[in-house]
């Protein structure tokens, strides 16, 4: 079992920058794929980015890439996902979530995930 707790939510004025954290405790093997996921109000559940936790195979999806970056610190046991320039519309509940792999391909879709934190609210006013 994994338990993962995310942290850094909040309020921020467009163009501005939220660092979230998402500390996981647990039986954590060396084979594990790490996802952020968003949900906004009366919308589905999105892909946001993912990371393996030798800290390569990053993918992001598109309306993220080149302003958020997921990354990971093995030492901590936590995934972090830096998140620059934001816009209203990344407005959501963020989660963070598992799952151990042993396949190559990205880990986009929320049903390829086993363990789920509880989610941290980020909210861009324009």
């Known amino acids: 079992q994994v338990q993962l707790v995310e942290s850094g939510g909040g309020l921020v004025q467009a163009g501005g920058s939220l660092r979230l954290s998402c500390a996981a405790s647990?039986?954590?093997?060396?084979?594990?794929?790490w996802g952020w996921f968003r949900q906004a109000p009366g919308k589905e559940r999105e892909f946001v980015a993912t990371i393996r936790s030798n800290g390569v195979s990053l993918y992001y999806a598109d309306s993220v890439k080149g302003r958020f970056t997921i990354s990971r610190d093995n030492a901590k046991n936590t995934v972090y996902l830096q998140m620059n320039s934001l816009k209203p519309e990344d407005t959501a509940v963020y989660y963070c979530a598992a799952v151990r792999t042993f396949s190559s391909y990205h880990h986009t879709s929320s049903n390829d995930y086993d363990y789920w934190g509880q989610g941290t609210q980020v909210t861009v006013s324009s």
């Open positions: 647990g039986t954590i093997y060396s084979n594990y794929a």
